[in-house]
């Protein structure tokens, strides 16, 4: 079987998986990174180039909040954690997202025994 190409990630969706890792447990960038490829057995590709500006935009708009840390390799690092406003802009994205992909399942479900 070919190995699965990583696919780019569409609008929000990036936030969402952080929030959603950070309500698990803090994390700093890097780690966020990682757990996010790990979890996805490598199908999505994330560059820390795209998670740091998805992150201030999360901390701009209070869905985070930030302090600095020590990691386990004592560099110093901005430790990440979902906020209260957080949490609850997570549960509306993930209603949303699970509305859209019911959406787009009832769609490809049309054609599904025609090649």
Partial sequence: MPEA???DLFPGALEMMVLRLLKQEPMHGYALVQRIQQAA????QVEEGSLYPALQRLLKEGLVEAEWGVSA???RVRVYRITRAGVKHLGNEISSFE?????INLVMALGAGKA
């Avoid at 509305?99 to 959406?103: A, D, P, Y």
């Fill in 99 to 103: 509305r859209m992909l019911e959406g």
């Fill in 73 to 75: 390799t004592n560099r």
């Fill in 41 to 44: 057995r490598n199908l999505l």
């Fill in 5 to 7: 190409k990583p696919r």
